[in-house]
C-alpha cells in the first residue's frame, strides 16, 4: 500500500446535531462532549486517531449545546508554534448569504467551504463524532490513493440484524461500491446486499455466517471531488451526496475489521462503557503505541478506604469509602460514601470539589452533598456530573418501562439516567 503523506490530509469531524438519541446525557451539552470511560469525553476518538495517523491538522464542526465541547476541545488539544497541527473548532453561524443552521453532515462541510478552500490539501478524512474504535488513518487514505479512487468509505461486517439500523452497501470483486441502501429492513433486499461468500477470503473473514458490510460514517474525498459534490443542497452524505455519486465518481469501500461502536444510543452508549471493565474489553484504552488523549486535569489519585471493587474503573480524585463497586465506571472527582453498592452503573463524576462551606449549608438544609450518599444502592443507571444522591436511596432499572420521564429521573432503553446537576433526597425509592 501506497504511503501518502499525511500534510496532504485534511480531518474534519462532526460535531453532531442536536443528539436526540442520547437525552438526557445532551440536554445541556453536544453529543462528543458526553463523558466517556470516567475521564474522556466522545470526540477525545476521532482527535486521537487523526493525530495517532499523523493528520494533525483538524477542524471541528459544532452547532447544539457546544459551549462545553468547545471549552474541553480547547483545553484539551494545543500543538507549539513549531508545528502546522491545529484543532480547531468551526461553530454554525449566519452569514450575510446564508442565515440557516447546519441541516445535516454535507450541510455542514459545504457551509465551511470558504475556510478549506484557503488551505493546501488533497484529501479531506471527514469522521463522525459519536463513535468508538481505534484505527490509523493511513490505511485507509493509503488504498483510496492506490484504488485511485474518488471517494472512499469506511465498512465493517455486521449481520443480518444489525443491517437493519446502519446504512448498507454493496461492493463488486474490486471493492468498488455499487448500491448503497439506508436501514433495509425487507427480508429479500437484504438478501441482495449479501457479501459473496467467495469474497470472504478477499476480506480475510473467518466466519461462515452472512455478513454485510454497514459505513461507518468516515469518509475520504479527493479535495476537488468534494468541492464538485458539495455544489448543491443536498444536505447528508450518506443519505443523498453518495448515492448521487455512484452514478459519476469512483467509490470503494475499506473494511475496517476492528473493534467498531457507534455509541450514537443511550443503550450501545451504556454497554460500550460496561465492556470497558471487563478484563479483556473489546476496545482498550491501555494501549499505549495510538493513545486517547484527553484535558490533562492534575487531579490527585483516587483513595479508597476499604470499598469492595470488583471489575470496575476508578477515574482520577475519587474518594471511595466503605462501599461495593462492581462491573461499573467511576468517573473523576467522584465520592462514594460508605455502606453503598453500586452495579452495573456508569458514573460520570463531577466537574468540581464541592467545599466544606457548600456541603455544611446543604446538610444544614437536609440535602445530600456531591456524589453518592450512605447506604445507596445503584444498579443499571447513568449517574451524569454534578449528582446529589442522598443516603438510603434506591436507584434501580428493575421493573421499570423501556422509557420513561420523571423530575428526578429518564428511562431510556431500560437504563436509569440521573440527570447532571440533579438532586435526588434522602430515602428517595426509584
Not at 470526540?43 to 499523523?54: E, Q, Y
Not at 490527585?300 to 462492581?326: E, F, L, Q, R, T
Not at 444502592?377 to 444522591?389: E, F, H, L, P, T
Request: some cysteine; hydrophobic content about 40%.
Amino acid at each position: 500500500m501506497r504511503a501518502v503523506d499525511p500534510n496532504k490530509v485534511l480531518t474534519i469531524v462532526m460535531g453532531g446535531g442536536q443528539g436526540t438519541r442520547l437525552f438526557p446525557l445532551t440536554r445541556e451539552r453536544a453529543k462528543p462532549a458526553v463523558p466517556l470511560a470516567g475521564k474522556y469525553r466522545i470526540v477525545d476518538i476521532p482527535i486521537s486517531n487523526s493525530i495517532n495517523s499523523g493528520m494533525r491538522r483538524i477542524y471541528l464542526l459544532t452547532q447544539f449545546n457546544s459551549a462545553s465541547l468547545h471549552r474541553h476541545v480547547y483545553g484539551s488539544f494545543k500543538f507549539d508554534h513549531f508545528t502546522t497541527g491545529f484543532v480547531e473548532i468551526l461553530a454554525a453561524e449566519q452569514t450575510l448569504t446564508d442565515n440557516s443552521w447546519y441541516q445535516g453532515t454535507a450541510d455542514a462541510v459545504r457551509k465551511n467551504l470558504v475556510h478549506f478552500r484557503n488551505l493546501e490539501f488533497e484529501y479531506a478524512l471527514i469522521l463522525s463524532g459519536d463513535q468508538l474504535y481505534r484505527m490509523d488513518y493511513r490505511t485507509i487514505v493509503g488504498q483510496h490513493v492506490d484504488t485511485q479512487a474518488d471517494i472512499t468509505v469506511s465498512t465493517v461486517p455486521v449481520d443480518r440484524r444489525s443491517a437493519q439500523s446502519l446504512g448498507i452497501l454493496q461492493v463488486d470483486t474490486d471493492r468498488r461500491i455499487v448500491r448503497f441502501v439506508e436501514k433495509p429492513k425487507d427480508p429479500a433486499v437484504i438478501d441482495s446486499l449479501l457479501l459473496p461468500r467467495e469474497s470472504y477470503g478477499l476480506y480475510d473473514l473467518k466466519t461462515s455466517d452472512d455478513v454485510l458490510l454497514a459505513s461507518t460514517g468516515i469518509y475520504v474525498f479527493n479535495r476537488e471531488v468534494l468541492f464538485r459534490l458539495l455544489d448543491n443542497t443536498h444536505a447528508d452524505f450518506g443519505k443523498h451526496i453518495l448515492p448521487m455519486a455512484l452514478e459519476t465518481h469512483r467509490l470503494f469501500s475499506h473494511v475496517f475489521q476492528g473493534y467498531w461502536e457507534d455509541i450514537g444510543t443511550i443503550r450501545s452508549f451504556f454497554e460500550a462503557n460496561l465492556d470497558l471493565v471487563s478484563e479483556l474489553p473489546r476496545f482498550n484504552f491501555f494501549d499505549m503505541s495510538a493513545p486517547i488523549y484527553t484535558r490533562p486535569r492534575f487531579l490527585p489519585a483516587s483513595k479508597i478506604n476499604g470499598a469492595a471493587i470488583d471489575h470496575a474503573i476508578i477515574s482520577d480524585g475519587c474518594i471511595v469509602n466503605h462501599c461495593k463497586v462492581a462491573r461499573s465506571i467511576v468517573g473523576v472527582r467522584s465520592f462514594v460514601d460508605a455502606g453503598s453498592h453500586i452495579t452495573r452503573t456508569v458514573i460520570m463524576g463531577c466537574d468540581y470539589y464541592e467545599s466544606a462551606e457548600s456541603i455544611t449549608q446543604h446538610e444544614t438544609a437536609g440535602l445530600p452533598r456531591i456524589g453518592i450518599g450512605k447506604n445507596t444502592r445503584i444498579d443499571m443507571a447513568i449517574v451524569d456530573k454534578n449528582a446529589r444522591i442522598g443516603d438510603n436511596c434506591v436507584i434501580t432499572a428493575a421493573n421499570k418501562p423501556e422509557n420513561a420521564d420523571h423530575p428526578l429521573y429518564f428511562v431510556r432503553d431500560g437504563i436509569v439516567i440521573i440527570p447532571k446537576n440533579k438532586v435526588i433526597p434522602h430515602g428517595t425509592i426509584i
